[in-house]
């Protein structure tokens, strides 16, 4: 059972920019308590954390993406977004959005995000 879906990524050329949405579909607790984060795995690498918002909606962002992601939630619509501009080869990765509330937390199955010409 998928408790939280991505969609929204695919190839794109460096430079260009796309749009990730993480939806609720079944997560054991109100979205609009969930702290809401973006993580990416490139192949060989760790998982590492790109940007965050909590319920109250503060953010943080990872050093290496700052400036060019940002990261939204619509609690109405139960999904979040990373808004990522300015792309390059080195943000090539699989996207996964997390959902946290205590001690329960969420993944999504990722989304491919491919930057090359």
């Known amino acids: 059972q998928v408790q939280l879906a991505e969609s929204g990524g695919g190839l794109v050329q460096p430079g260009g920019s796309l749009r990730l949405s993480c939806s609720d579909s079944g997560m054991s607790f109100s979205f609009s308590m969930a702290n809401m984060e973006w993580h990416r795995q490139a192949p060989g690498k760790l998982r590492e954390l790109v940007a965050g918002?909590?319920?109250?909606?503060?953010?943080k962002y990872a050093d290496s993406v700052k400036g060019r992601f940002t990261i939204s939630r619509d609690n109405t619509k139960r999904t979040a977004y990373l808004q990522m501009n300015t792309l390059t080869p080195e943000d090539t990765a699989v996207y996964f959005c997390n959902a946290g509330f205590q001690l329960a937390s969420y993944w999504g199955q990722g989304t491919q995000v491919t930057v090359s010409s």
């Open positions: 918002i909590s319920r109250e909606g503060s953010t």
